[in-house]
């Protein structure tokens, strides 16, 4: 902790207690990146900082990390709702890959709790899960004054308690979770009834946790303009985008990399998890075009994930894996490095529901690092590329992709781009701007102490 936190929780204390906050984490902390910050920002101004989370790794049960108070939970699967997670988890990649969202909410008793608003109210009263016990345990031991649920799988949980215990709600949307869990699958029509069933439950969940929540975080003004569509009142809604953290980047730009660069090399660059709807198939195809007009161009593949197999299998059909690399799994703290060695970065999301209310952290990221962008025209991030003038915007077609590829290979173009990103986001789109806004919600909806 530096020298200003701790000035500023000694005047904090000075003036009277500190504002106790409980974070509730349907995943494991550290590493978040979105709650990360928050975290570390609501630590330095003083508050006193409780998260309560998944425990996924066998890590303590609690523990303080970087001034965060954390406490971590071991949810099992039981009974006929235990079928139930089981069911979803092997139905759904995304469940597969994170169990721990499956076992964070009960499916069964959310399609039975939601019909109507008295056993939205009252469901978790009746029927107490592990979660639900534990929030109640921490309000009555701690006595919180704000309660922060992060994004939907926990919300109604988290409600049903703070309500109980009239403390204040701030519901953190990361994403448009419904559609979310539509657009990362495919099925045939079996199971996709069973996806069907749970999008239907979150769906109206959703709705009422907007309802009882008294401040409701979204990503971006797209997000925001749909939740004013469905009716919910403008003053409730606050903008926190995902952003970049300058400091961590600033840090960690110069780690040794896992595979070699030669200097005529053209590196375009893909970081994050795989999936059919990052648009990987189809970087890949346009490569095909133009290693025929420039060899010296290579796919940089910073990840993994569930399609990794058929995407190696396609570039060895294209015979052009010599210029394809996969690093598989990259440690965070190496992320800035790559970005940093590339000349363009990619960004080639699906165009749906999910993907048009949403932004994310890599956007900025890229920007910052002076790198221009390769987008396809999803509404927030064609938006903000073309006010920011900082790439270049296409449609979800592998050909499109290989003519912005060629034409960013003119440094003079691809410089220039890269600069303005690079100006817009130590302007707007750091955690450092962003942040305070965070902070003066929190001012809004501070208790004063007697």
Partial sequence: MDVQSIITILRETKRGKKMKILMVLPESYPPDPRVEKEAKTLVKKGYDLHLLCLNLNNKPNYEIVEGVKVHRINPQFRGISG??????????????????????????????????????????????????????????????????????????????????????????????????????????????????????????????????????????????????????????????????????????????????????????????????????????????????????VKLLLVGDGPNKSSLQKLARSLNIEKNIIFTGYVNKKYLPSYINTSDVCLILHTSNQHTNSTIPHKLFENMYMGKPVIVTSVKPLKRIVEKENCGLVVNYNHSEVADAILKLTDKKLSNKLGKNGRSSAVKTYTWEVVSKNLEKIYKQLEVPKN
């Fill in 83 to 296: 079928i139930f997670n089981r069911l979803m988890i092997k139905f759904n990649p995304i469940l597969k890959k994170k169990q721990h969202i499956a076992k964070s909410q009960n499916p069964v008793k959310d399609s039975l709790g939601i019909i109507n608003r008295i056993l939205f109210n009252n469901i978790d009263h009746l029927f107490r899960s592990d979660w639900y016990k534990t929030i109640d345990l921490l309000i009555k031991k701690h006595n919180y004054d704000i309660i922060h649920v992060h994004d939907l799988p926990l919300a109604r949980t988290t409600l049903a308690v703070a309500r109980k215990y009239k403390k204040k709600v701030i519901f953190d949307m990361h994403e448009n979770w419904p559609e979310a869990m539509k657009a990362h699958t495919n099925y045939p029509f079996l199971k996709k009834i069973i996806l069907n069933l749970a999008v239907w439950v979150y769906k109206r969940q959703e709705k009422l946790s907007w309802k009882y929540s008294n401040k409701i975080l979204v990503v971006v003004k797209e997000s925001k303009d749909r939740l004013i569509k469905a009716g919910v009142l403008n003053k409730k809604i606050e903008i926190i985008r995902n952003s970049v953290d300058s400091d961590y980047f600033d840090n960690n730009k110069n780690h040794k990399l896992n595979f070699k660069r030669n200097k005529s090399d053209f590196i375009v660059t893909y970081t994050g998890t795989f999936g059919t709807h990052r648009g990987l198939d189809i970087a890949i195809k346009a490569m095909a075009e133009v290693i025929k007009k420039n060899p010296k």
